[in-house]
C-alpha cells in the first residue's frame, strides 16, 4: 500500500469550529485543518486522492460502533479497552456529534464518488488495492493534545505507526453483538450494504502520547 493515504477527521461542533482533520499523504507529510467550515475541504481532499487512484483510510475520532449485549444490566457499559464508557456524558456527546458528521462526509462523498467500495476489513481493503476504508481513532489521556487539529495529527500518525497491518494494534475488543454505527451512517448515504455489517465492528487505533511524527 504504497500510496495510501491516511485522513482522521477529530469531530465537534462545526457551527463553534471545534472540528479538525489531519492527511497524510504518501509523501510522508503531513496536513492539517482547523475550523468549522473544513469539513468541506475534508471532503474534497478525500474524494480528490481517492479520484487520482489513492487507496484512503479515513478515521473517525468518535465510536463508530457500540456493544449490544445480552445482558441488559450490560447496556451501555464501556468497551473493552476504551478509557470511559462511550455512554459517559464526557463522551456521549462526542458520539452523538460524530454519528452526524460520518453520515453528513460520507453522503457527500457518495454524491461526488458514487458507490466506490468502501471496506472495514483491513486485509479486503490491501487485497483491492483502492477505495475507502474506514477506521475509528481513540485519543484519550496523555495521547491528547491542545486543539481538535492535534489530536486528528496524533490519531494519523498511530495510523502509519500500526501499519502494514494495524488490525494488530485493535485496541477495542467487544465480546458479542455490536451495533455498526459507521455501517447503519454507509446504507443512510446511499451505499450496499449487507445486513451482516451493521453487526460488525470496525477496528480502533489509539494514539500514544505526543503528536508523534507522520
Known sequence: MDELVIYC???????????????????GKVEFHDGGTEIVDLVSAVARDIERG?????????????????????????RAGEPIAFSASAASGALVTGVIQVAW???ELHGIL???????????????????????????GAAKAGTHMDDAVAAVAAFRQ??????????????????????????????PAVRSDLRTPCIVVAAVAGPGHV
Open 162 to 191: 500500526a501499519l502494514p497491518d494495524p488490525e494488530v494494534r485493535n485496541a477495542v475488543e467487544v465480546e458479542g453483538d455490536v451495533l455498526s454505527l459507521v455501517s447503519a451512517a454507509l446504507i443512510w448515504a446511499g451505499w
Open 114 to 140: 458514487g458507490p466506490i467500495p468502501v471496506f472495514q476489513d483491513w486485509h479486503e481493503f490491501v487485497e483491492a488495492r483502492g477505495g475507502l476504508f474506514l477506521w475509528e481513532a481513540l485519543v484519550s
Open 54 to 78: 489513492c487507496p484512503v483510510a479515513l478515521g473517525f475520532e468518535c465510536p463508530l460502533f457500540v456493544p449490544v449485549p445480552q445482558n441488559p444490566l450490560r447496556l451501555g457499559a464501556k
Open 9 to 27: 477527521a477529530d469531530v465537534g461542533s462545526v457551527p463553534k469550529g471545534n472540528f479538525g482533520w489531519a492527511r497524510s499523504g504518501i509523501e
Open 105 to 107: 462526509v460520507l453522503r
